[in-house]
């Protein structure tokens, strides 16, 4: 890289880093392979936080996310899990509709079993 491309890159960078040749590249360097590595590494953060707010939905209904997703599979319901997970968020109504279908589809989803009554909600 030229010196010019260099400098625009190093930016906003602490100290030296920025107006430094020597150093503003090495900065410059590792951080294009930080945001390399991170862009990767954002794909499968999301993933796996789609994934908890899909199981969150589902056990409140008795089901886990594994047999939930079984269950639509075998339904050949083709929804990815970012699309499940806003459904569960914003949609109850429909994402119940979705763990019923499920259910119905793969026997090992159990019927959903109330909560147990705690404290003084026992008494009542």
Known sequence: MNKKKVFELAKGFRGR???????????VEKALQYSYRDRRNKKRDMR??????????????????????????KENIQLNRKVL???????????KALVDVSRTAFPGN????????????MLV
């Open 48 to 73: 796996s936080l789609w994934i908890m707010r899909i199981n969150a939905g589902t056990r409140q209904y008795g089901v886990n996310y594994g047999n939930f997703i079984h269950g639509l599979t």
């Open 85 to 95: 997970s806003e459904i569960s968020m914003h949609e109850p109504y429909s994402f």
């Open 17 to 27: 880093a920025k107006n430094c040749i020597r150093i503003a590249r090495e900065r």
């Open 110 to 121: 159990k019927a959903a079993v109330p909560p147990k009554k705690q404290g003084l909600a």
